[in-house]
Structure formats: structure tokens, C-alpha cells
């Protein structure tokens, strides 16, 4: 089964999504899981990760009910006030849900690169394991060595490192990310979404072997067993269209075991968020 693991809805609003300036245009609209539907289709997936992209308790009963919706949603990531002393009590609701896998926190724009780090933030992490969950570090090349810092720190949880932590491919950079990734990769629970690649590259303007360096890395450092496929639809088309997105990766693996693939493709994907699949025979 193939899973895209990194994918947003939203019903577009000033207010809310202020950070889609005037370049990004294209996303000043709504995206709804029926426009998911045709690109997954296309391209031959059977279902996606619905992640946060507001920072409310509303976005994950949102994206929750639109999941119980529409089966080919697989699980979402939502949005918990994870620093609040009333945590546990927003999880408790919600993993009554079965397709709650997962929580994110849009660290990249807290000002206080060190906030994974904090009293409150440490005492939120600590509680996701008991319930199962999975949470996704949405941060940049500068945050790695503090994200290393909170893996290490809690061996039983789960963690996914979203967008390869968002090199700057457009300028050819490697490091110090590349040292960055090294050292986190050497954490065995961090697994790494192949994803958000094309909107840290030249939008319009890019080729797929600008990509390649930045694969190589993350492929020497994780294993097959750590790494999974993500759109990041539709933020992606900002830069390309969801096939050319998707197919960076596909064509990277192309030339390896069926094994690998489905790992990449799917299996990971399942196995790290615990999605509830009914396989067909």
C-alpha cells in the first residue's frame, strides 16, 4: 500500500494563514480531500497523512472529522497545546479518535530557537508516548542540534523529522546541515519524510539532480526502515505540480528492491504512525 505521508487541507482565511504571502499565491484557496483524491489517484497512491497547518485545538477536531470522512485519510497529525498543563486532558479526547497518529508544533517560526528545550515543552513530549503518538519536528537546519538534544533524551518516543529539516537546496548548501543530519540520524527512533524538497529549491526552476546531493546525505544516514515518502500537497505546488513532486523521489529509488520501495512508499509510514489498514487481498 502506498501512503503519502505528508499532506494539509484547509478552507483558506486571511486570518489563519497569513503566512501564504503574495508569491504563494497559488494557495490563497481551499483544499479540500476531493483534490487529493485525483492527485492520489494519478499517481497511483492509496491514501495520505493529513498534518496540522494551524496552531488550534479546532484544526485537529477539523481534520479528524474530515479523516472519519474519507478513508483514503489514513491518520493526521494535529495540533495540541503541547506546552499547556491541560495536555493530557486535550489528548485524552482525541485518541478516542483511531486515526489520531501523531502532533506537531510549527517550531520553525518560534523565536527561541532552544523552545523544544523548555521546562513545559520537555513535560509535553514526555506524556506522547503513553498514548502511542508520534511527534513530527518541523524545524530548520539551525534547530538540528537542539532537536538532537530532545531525541536523545526520550529513546521510547517516536519521532519524525519532517521535510529533510528543510536544507537550502536553492543555494546549493550542504552544510552545516549535512553534520546536522549525521548526528540525528544516529538516533534509531527518528525516522526522516522525504518531502517539502521542491519549495526549498528554485520554485519553477529547478531540476531533479539539484536533489540528488540532498538525497545521498539522507540515504547514507537513514536506513531504508526510517524514511518515507511526503508530498507536503499543497504547499509543493507553489514550486511543481503534485506528479513531478512525488516522482523526485520515485525516481531515486526506482532502481532499488521491491523491499525498499514499499518500506519508503508505505510500510514505514504505516508502521511509525500505526495506521489502521485494511490491506486488500
Same mark, same amino acid.
Given at each position: 500500500m502506498r501512503i503519502d505521508a505528508h499532506q494539509h487541507f484547509w478552507k483558506y482565511n486571511t486570518s489563519e494563514y497569513s503566512w501564504i504571502s503574495d508569491?504563494?499565491?497559488? +494557495?490563497?484557496?481551499?483544499? *479540500?480531500?476531493? /483534490? =487529493? %483524491?485525483?492527485?492520489l489517484e494519478g499517481m497511483k497512491f492509496d491514501g495520505s497523512l493529513a498534518v496540522q497547518a494551524?496552531?488550534?485545538l479546532e484544526e485537529t477536531r477539523w481534520l479528524l472529522e474530515i479523516a472519519e470522512k474519507h478513508d483514503f485519510i489514513k491518520g493526521v497529525v494535529g495540533w495540541v497545546d503541547i506546552c499547556s498543563e491541560d495536555?493530557?486532558?486535550?489528548?485524552?479526547?482525541?485518541?478516542?479518535?483511531?486515526?489520531?497518529t501523531g502532533v506537531r508544533h510549527v517550531l520553525q517560526d518560534e523565536p527561541d530557537d532552544r523552545f523544544?528545550?523548555?521546562?513545559?515543552?520537555?513535560?509535553?513530549?514526555?506524556? +506522547?508516548?503513553?498514548y502511542n *503518538?508520534?511527534? /513530527? =519536528? %518541523?524545524?530548520?537546519?539551525k534547530h538540528l542540534s537542539c532537536a538532537e538534544e530532545l531525541v536523545s533524551g526520550f529513546p521510547g518516543q517516536k519521532f519524525v523529522l519532517d521535510h529533510i529539516a528543510k536544507p537550502r537546496?536553492?543555494?546549493r548548501i550542504l552544510s552545516p546541515w549535512k553534520e546536522g543530519i549525521k548526528k540525528l540520524a544516529r538516533y534509531p527512533n527518528v525516522t526522516c519524510k522525504l518531502s517539502g524538497m521542491v519549495t526549498e529549491a528554485r520554485w519553477q526552476d529547478w531540476k531533479k539532480e539539484d536533489f540528488k546531493p540532498y538525497l545521498d546525505v539522507v540515504f547514507d544516514e537513514f536506513d531504508t526502515s526510517r524514511l518515507m515518502i511526503g508530498s507536503?500537497?499543497?504547499?509543493?505546488t507553489v514550486s511543481s505540480g503534485y506528479n513531478l513532486t512525488m516522482n523526485i523521489v520515485l525516481d531515486y529509488i526506482q532502481s532499488f528492491n521491491q523491499t525498499d520501495r514499499d518500506m519508503i512508499l508505505g510500510k514505514n509510514a504505516i508502521r511509525i504512525y500505526n495506521l489502521q489498514i485494511l490491506y486488500k487481498k
Open positions: 508569491q504563494m499565491k497559488v +494557495l490563497k484557496r481551499d483544499f *479540500l480531500p476531493g /483534490d =487529493l %483524491l485525483t492527485e494551524r496552531q488550534n495536555i493530557e486532558n486535550q489528548i485524552r479526547i482525541f485518541v478516542k479518535d483511531s486515526k489520531f523544544m528545550l523548555s521546562d513545559s515543552f520537555l513535560r509535553g513530549i514526555s506524556l +506522547l508516548d503513553k *503518538l508520534v511527534y /513530527d =519536528l %518541523l524545524i530548520l537546519p537546496i536553492k543555494n507536503d500537497w499543497p504547499v509543493c
